[in-house]
């Protein structure tokens, strides 16, 4: 039998006594904690079914708070992802250009947007929409959440593309030269649609990235996605604070976990395919993406 | 037109930017090398809660931890953290937020570089007779720490970037300056902008540069 990881042997009798005793010190600990925890809850009194039961009993607070909450929040993200595609793809490519000229600029565009936090470019973005132009107040912190998350995103994409294509094996480009195509052709036809595949996973990943900014928007703009509903309802129904962050939390979680999910299927997928050049972009490993 | 650089305080708003940047940083390092043994411990049940600790945490938005610390622990279950003024407690509020949530991307770069270090290393620990614990403190997290060094910087950059959302809870940093001053200031919007995003670009881009040439050297050549 193999071990179950190099760092450590198949334990034996003693090892597995020790092991024993372990697992129960840490169930301790944690039920010592799980009953700090609760007995705060009890004693803030934040655990009675007068706050919770709503959830569950009530469709109002689902009707008139979670779901369009969490609509604006879908609205928002699926409208940056679908806009940042094309303008990441572009500078991607841009950035790949064989002129110096279009190269550093592209970069510098891209590389900029990156280092620039999400937050500060959405207080820039409503308040250039407030000044400049006659948006709708109703609209404007949705065009400028929006707007951030594309510019923010805009550039991450632009580095998944570029490592989309760079990740395609040499012998596309040259197959590709050797009858005749031009660069743009190459791009175009040979490269782009199989790098758009290999970089599908590391997409639906950034959706995730990009549902956790639009809870910004809520914060700070007064976007009204699904995180701004936690104040309107723990104020109609009794001040259930913790009840409220928990449930909010929790949609958060099953939403991302199903993005990620996703991700990994679809990763699974075009591993298998066999039209695709079998490669795959992870999502950036580089922590830039996140937040 | 500049009159805004001299009228506000923006060197102090930045500064409060690196206190709550180090001050995260220090934690998540901690709490996360603490998560990433549990998640290659031979105990079942530490395992079990690494995993879900980084999987759950990390799906939350950043911004909802924070406004949790600071409405839920704070306000909602007094909890203050030691600190007797309210610009004290949310800025500890929001380290401890900064913490909780950055550990989990730390952990995982941990990870994964304990996958880099040869299986042989760790079996020859082992032949040595050295167990768990001395396997990964003296043997595997040295190597690991090395050739992760490229993955934290970019967690320390994202750090740097995310502290602006300590904002939300009104701890003076950089971006509720900001926030302040593009209102006040409506006719050079631009400028404050800009100005901002070059502090940012000014903290983010010597941090990458030199860690980067750090790792370059540390890296564990094989």
């Known amino acids: ?24 010190l840490f169930l301790l600990a944690l039920a010592g904690v799980g009953w700090w925890i609760i007995a705060t809850l009890a004693e803030k009194d934040q655990l009675t079914w007068q706050k919770w039961g709503p959830f569950f009993t009530e469709g109002q607070v689902w009707t008139t708070f979670i779901f369009p909450g969490l609509l604006n929040t879908l609205i928002a993200a699926g409208l940056a992802i679908v806009i940042a595609l094309p303008i990441g793809s572009l500078f991607g490519i841009l950035r790949l250009s064989d002129h110096v000229w279009i190269r550093v600029p592209a970069g510098t565009v891209v590389e900029f947007f990156r280092a620039v936090p999400v937050l500060i470019l959405m207080f820039f973005a409503n308040e250039f929409y407030s000044e400049y132009t006659d948006v709708d107040s109703d609209y404007r912190p949705l065009l400028a959440v929006v707007t951030a998350l594309v510019l923010y995103n805009g550039a991450v994409l632009a580095e998944v593309v570029r490592a989309g294509i760079q990740s395609l094996p040499t012998g596309q480009t040259e197959a590709a030269k050797a009858i005749g195509m031009r660069k743009t052709q190459t791009m175009t036809n040979v ?5 758009v595949t290999a970089m599908l996973p590391a997409i639906v990943s950034q959706l995730v990235v990009i549902v956790k900014d639009t809870a910004l928007g809520g914060a700070a703009l007064g976007f009204s996605d699904l995180f701004s509903q936690i104040r309107p309802i723990s104020n109609n129904y009794f001040a259930n604070t913790i009840a409220t962050l928990t449930i909010v939390a929790v949609i958060y979680i099953l939403l991302n976990n199903l993005l990620t999910a996703a991700a990994g299927w679809l990763e699974k997928w075009s591993r298998q395919r066999k039209t695709s050049s079998g490669t795959v972009v992870k999502p950036l490993d580089d922590g830039n993406n996140e937040l | 037109m500049f009159d805004f650089l001299t009228e506000y305080d923006i060197l102090g708003a930045f500064w409060v930017t690196v206190q709550l940047t180090v001050y995260s940083a220090i934690g998540s390092l901690l709490w996360g090398t603490i998560l990433a043994g549990m998640r290659v411990s031979p105990v079942p049940i530490m395992r079990a809660f690494g995993g879900a600790y980084v999987n759950i945490v990390r799906s939350i938005p950043l911004t ?24 004290t407690i949310n800025f500890r509020l929001a380290v401890l937020g900064f913490v909780l ?11 994964s570089g304990i996958n880099t270090v040869p299986v042989g290393q760790a079996e020859a620990a082992r032949a040595l007779g050295l167990n768990f614990g001395q396997v990964l403190r003296m043997i595997v997290l040295p190597q690991a720490f090395r050739s992760v060094i490229g993955p934290l910087t970019s967690v320390l950059i994202a750090l740097t970037k995310n502290t602006t959302v300590a904002s939300t809870i009104g701890v003076a940093e950089a971006s509720l300056l900001m926030s302040e001053m593009i209102e006040n200031e409506s006719d050079v919007i631009g400028l404050v902008f800009m100005t901002f995003a070059m502090g940012f670009v000014i903290l983010t881009l010597p941090i990458g ?9 540390a890296t564990v050549k094989r």
């Open chain 2, 64 to 87: 909802l931890v924070i406004i949790s610390m600071s409405l839920g622990l704070n306000q909602t279950l007094g909890a203050a953290l030691g600190g007797d003024v309210l610009t």
């Open chain 1, 191 to 195: 490269l782009l649609p199989q790098a």
């Open chain 2, 101 to 111: 949530y950055t550990s989990t991307f730390v952990c995982e770069s941990l990870r």
């Open chain 2, 209 to 217: 540069l030199l860690l980067g040439r750090v790792a370059k050297k």
């Open chain 1, 1 to 24: 039998m193999s071990a179950p990881s190099v760092l450590y042997d198949v334990p034996g009798p003693k090892a597995k006594t020790r092991n024993a005793v372990y697992t129960v």
